[in-house]
């Protein structure tokens, strides 16, 4: 299994500019997250869904948007890109029933 | 009062010390604890659930105290590859498994 995957694994972006991360995990897992970790600091909860369908906004969310139309995959978009938004980005998973979150290696994301 | 709080470090230590950290909650509604370990520019990784009778994996033990809420991990005989950030990570009941970070405390093992 290769768990929790991310890509890209860096990425600059210049103010207003959009893109796509992306986050698949192979181990069937219902749950999973997004979370954004600036420097020095704690990881900040942006969304979660809790299986293929639906989904939720965290602590953070404004600024981004995800959709969930399979169990594998977990998109986190950001639309209009700011320099509040650089950041290192997380995606993790984790089953029904565990409290247990996998997370994949990051993407570390600069808006310029 | 932060719903997460860590002592920030960096706690430098020599090689073969013991080493301390808690980490407090405000939530007494909390169910679940865990300690993880992010490496310089790494993804964490989980280290240790903490259980209310306490758990031990080797040289690592975590506690938790519900009355005064917070958690604890206690690292003996620290090795050069123990040196990393060490966050901790609360949930509460029905809040879909979303974990709460505290900022991390940094930890130094020199030689």
């Known amino acids: 299994n290769a768990g929790v995957t991310q890509t890209p694994k860096f990425r600059i972006l210049k103010i207003g500019q959009s893109m796509t991360l992306q986050c698949t995990q192979d181990m069937n897992h219902n749950y999973m997250y997004w979370y954004r970790q600036d420097p020095g600091m704690g990881l900040k909860l942006i969304y979660y869904?809790?299986?293929?369908?639906?989904?939720d906004k965290g602590e953070v969310p404004n600024g981004y948007n995800v959709s969930r139309s399979t169990t594998e995959d977990f998109p986190l978009r950001l639309e209009l890109a700011a320099p509040s938004q650089t950041s290192v980005y997380f995606c993790?998973?984790?089953?029904?029933?565990?409290?247990?979150?996998?997370f994949g290696p990051g993407t570390r994301l600069t808006v310029l | 009062r932060k719903e997460v709080e860590q002592d920030p470090g960096p706690f430098n230590v020599p090689e073969g010390a013991t080493v301390a950290f808690n980490c407090t909650y405000s939530n007494s509604a909390s169910q679940s604890f865990f300690w993880y370990r992010q490496d310089c520019r790494k993804e964490p990784k989980l280290l240790m659930s903490v259980y209310s009778s306490g758990n031990e994996d080797g040289r690592f033990t975590a506690q938790l105290n519900r009355a005064s809420q917070y958690i604890s991990l206690l690292i003996r005989d620290s090795k050069l590859s123990d040196s990393a950030t060490y966050l901790c990570a609360v949930n509460s009941r029905g809040s879909q498994g979303n974990l709460i970070f505290g900022k991390g405390t940094k930890l130094s093992v020199k030689p």
């Open positions: 993790a998973s984790k089953s029904v029933g565990t409290d247990t979150q996998y």
């Open positions: 869904s809790v299986g293929a369908g639906i989904t």
